[in-house]
Nanobody, 125 residues
Framework: QVQLVESGGGLVQPGGSLRLSCAAS????????IGWFRQAPGKERVGVSC????????YYTNSVKGRFTTSRDNAKTTVYLQLNSLKPDDTAVYYC??????????????????WGQGTQVTVSS
């Protein structure tokens, strides 16, 4: 029904930047939100950001506020996560999904969630 593909991860030094993309295909008109999540080794998968696809409203977890920015393109087929001022603690596999799991924004559909396969972000000197 919906396919999500992340890209843009890589190795970056502390203080550096990356821009992640989440490309959606299939029945994209059904997508109401796109959340970004991350999972560090040995840690739980946690929500990072959320964007409402209808009006572009954004939400973030406290640890990334002021450093990360999520946005969408005009066609609402690609969602971005701009990662600035990266820290080693940001190292994780980053996923996009059709749900949001933040204290400020929790959204799930009555049907299936869709997830991408993830892209690795490594912050190291």
């Amino acid at each position: 029904q919906v396919q999500l593909v992340e890209s843009g991860g890589g190795l970056v030094q502390p203080g550096g930047s990356l821009r992640l993309s989440c490309a959606a295909s299939g029945f994209t008109s059904e997508i109401e939100v796109i959340g970004w999540f991350r999972q560090a080794p040995g840690k739980e998968r946690v929500g990072v950001s959320c964007i409402d696809m209808d009006d572009g409203s954004t939400y973030y977890t406290n640890s990334v506020k002021g450093r990360f920015t999520t946005s969408r393109d005009n066609a609402k087929t690609t969602v971005y996560l701009q990662l600035n001022s990266l820290k080693p603690d940001d190292t994780a596999v980053y996923y996009c999904a059709t749900r949001c799991s933040l204290p400020s924004r929790y959204y799930v559909t009555s049907g299936s969630d869709y997830w991408g396969q993830g892209t690795q972000v490594t912050v190291s000197s």
